[in-house]
């Protein structure tokens, strides 16, 4: 966990570092999926992203805490998400707890969508635990009209 914490901290630091002005918005969503295999199950969890609107690039990007659990699984993964024209991916570290044990790993997640947004989960566990999991996050995007969240 203070490695995840660790690597969370340093992105933050370095992509927030960046002039962060005026478009960020905070998504929070919940999920709602299937995990394929012995440990599998429904999923089900909670997702909050903090996005920022690159006009310059024509993407948005930002953030992603996501918690969630099967009847053996639970999990929580830090990310990194782009998103442009509908199609989006988030990477980063994941810790996972499979029947009380603790693994560290990566997810990597390709989505789509507006609202309501169908995903593919594919979650490596060191040293050799995979899952893979497919679901939609239904998000809500908090308005920002007088640029609340900026970080100026």
Do not use: C
């Not at 999920?31 to 599998?40: A, E, V, W």
């Not at 969890?45 to 310059?56: A, K, P, Q």
């Not at 990597?108 to 999991?133: M, R, S």
């Amino acid at each position: 966990m203070i490695v995840a914490k660790k690597l969370f901290f340093i992105v933050l630091l370095i992509g927030f570092g960046i002039s962060f002005a005026q478009n960020v918005y905070v998504n929070p969503g919940i999920k709602l999926g299937y995990m394929f295999g012995d440990n599998g199950g429904f999923v089900f969890g909670f997702e909050l992203s903090v996005t920022r609107l690159d006009n310059n690039r024509d993407f948005i990007w930002g953030y992603v805490l996501d918690y969630d659990m099967t009847k053996k699984v639970k999990r929580i993964h830090l990310g990194i998400e782009a998103y442009r024209m509908l199609l989006g991916l988030d990477v980063g570290p994941t810790l996972a707890w499979v029947e009380g044990e603790r693994f560290l790993g990566f997810s990597l997640i390709p989505y789509g969508g507006a609202l309501l947004y169908p995903f593919y989960n594919y979650t490596f566990l060191f040293p050799d635990t995979t899952f893979q999991e497919i679901g939609s996050y239904i998000k809500y995007t908090l308005p920002n009209t007088n640029r609340t969240f900026s970080l100026q």
